[in-house]
């Protein structure tokens, strides 16, 4: 095989190569330094650091990660750890330019909590199904653990993520601050059609109402349609109960709707004919245009995509063959493909899919690319198998206006300069 990268199959401009270079295991330009053979086996010998000289720890009940990655692997909190919150909500952003796969840490999963994390007590939590059913059920969380289950891996989305991205000028650098309210995790519950049959639906029941149990209980209408096909109370998040932050012991979770539909803690749900028109629903989350009315429901989450390797966090030390790597997903189903561009949009190259290729969850792309040493905009461009493609932030902004602040699904980029620093530009 060759070692010149200006031999290898190019997709498009600006360095673009074949994503199937990958599997012929053709990187250039590794970071692996070869030394002598001689040297290397002394090395082995003589170089033991102080971990290897005496017995190392005991192993813990619940196990945490190396003392080293919680130094160094964060999420992006507002306000910051340990300081007191003075705003409404909190929130905490996944660090996608540090993970890998699709699967988020549960400790990395991002939050929103608007009125912060109750310390509920398993044994005293209580789930309520009432309103439009023929029968109110009240379900412990023992009693819930007895129901089947499903288990699906599933992306979660803030409809405020990239909400910077409206903004007129780029102001916000950091993955974290632009794509860091989005996750994916393997989600454990009981489908909520099984408990709403249980209860019996009286007819006419169209919407349900979910209350959670944190202090300002955030409430949410759902269409009932939505409730029978695929949400659940979900239990385990990545085969551990879940988090704190992410509801325990027990959510609403509706795949592939903004996040705020997924109520954490949930208490109560209550079957109605119309929504209830909570302030999360009329104030808060909803959609201003650029005529002056306002999209309210805008539940599902659009096709989308992100570069995170490399971003701003990591610039590039020297020419050479690069992994151009990042997520993609939608709340319509599968991505069917993402294509990546070096030059600004002009020329597309696509990107090998990580399979399997699950519907409403992260699905990870990577590209080959070279980097020449000279300026290039790197973006990605969403499909899925609803036919939606992800949209220029130009096109967006067309049909949407910037009074927005909700749901910005735009194509993002990333700007690499000739000194190998990248940084968020609008292309
Ligand atoms: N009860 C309750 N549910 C809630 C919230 C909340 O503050 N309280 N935040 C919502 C918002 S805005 C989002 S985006 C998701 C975030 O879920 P996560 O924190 O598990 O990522 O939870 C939703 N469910
Ligand atoms: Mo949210």
Redesign the pocket.
């Known amino acids: 095989m060759s070692n010149d990268a200006r031999d290898l199959p190019r997709v498009a401009a600006n360095g673009l190569l074949d994503r199937r270079l990958f599997m012929r295991n053709m990187m250039l330009g590794a970071a692996g330094t070869a030394t002598a053979g001689a040297s290397l086996a002394d090395s082995v010998s003589t170089g033991q650091p102080e971990w290897m000289l005496t017995p190392g720890a005991t192993t813990e009940d619940y196990g945490m990660p190396s003392r080293f990655e919680m130094e160094r692997t964060k999420r992006w909190t507002v306000p910051p750890a340990g300081q007191i919150a003075t705003g409404r ?1 909190i ?2 952003m996944t660090p996608h330019h540090m993970m890998h796969g699709t699967i988020t840490p549960g400790g990395l ?7 912060g994390i109750p310390d509920i007590d398993p044994d005293r939590h209580e789930l309520i199904i009432h309103g439009m059913v023929e029968r109110p059920i009240k379900l412990s969380v023992d009693a819930l653990s007895n129901y089947p289950t499903e288990t699906h891996n599933y992306f ?6 990239s909400s910077r991205l409206w903004a007129d000028k780029p102001t916000a650098s950091h993955l974290d601050l632009t794509h860091g ?1 989005v ?1 994916g995790s393997e989600w454990t519950g009981v489908p909520l059609s099984i408990l709403l049959d249980e209860a019996g639906l009286k007819p006419g029941a169209k919407w349900l109402i979910a ?4 202090s ?5 209408s759902i269409p009932i349609d939505k409730a029978l096909k695929d949400s659940m109370i979900a239990l385990y998040q990545n085969g551990e109960r ?2 704190p ?3 325990y012991p027990i ?2 979770f509706n795949p592939g709707f ?9 208490r109560s749900i209550r079957v109605t004919d119309r929504p209830v028109m909570s302030r ?1 629903e009329t104030r808060t ?1 909803t959609d201003l245009m650029p005529d002056g009315k306002a999209l309210q429901f805008s539940l599902g989450m659009e096709v989308k995509s992100v570069i995170t390797r490399p971003s701003n966090a990591n610039s590039l030390p020297k020419k050479g063959v690069y992994e151009v790597t990042g997520i993609a997903w939608t709340g319509n189903g599968r991505i069917t493909r993402v294509e990546v561009s070096a030059d600004g949009g002009q020329t597309w190259g696509e990107a090998a899919l990580q399979g399997p290729v699950l519907p409403m969850m992260l699905t990870r792309f990577r590209i080959p690319w070279e980097w020449e040493g000279g300026p290039a905009i790197l973006q990605s461009r969403a499909y899925d198998e609803a036919g939606r493609v992800q949209p220029t932030r130009t096109d967006l902004i067309a049909a949407r206006g910037t009074k927005n602040v909700y749901h910005f699904n735009g194509i993002h980029s990333w700007g690499v300069g000739e000194d190998g620093g990248v940084q968020h530009v609008y292309a």
């Open positions: 909500s929130a905490a999963h991002f939050e929103v909590n608007h009125h979660l989305e803030c409809s405020g993520n309210l996750s209350e959670g149990g944190d300002g209980s955030l409430s949410r879940l988090r932050g992410q509801g959510r609403l903004e996040g705020n539909t997924s109520t954490k803690w949930v999360f989350y």
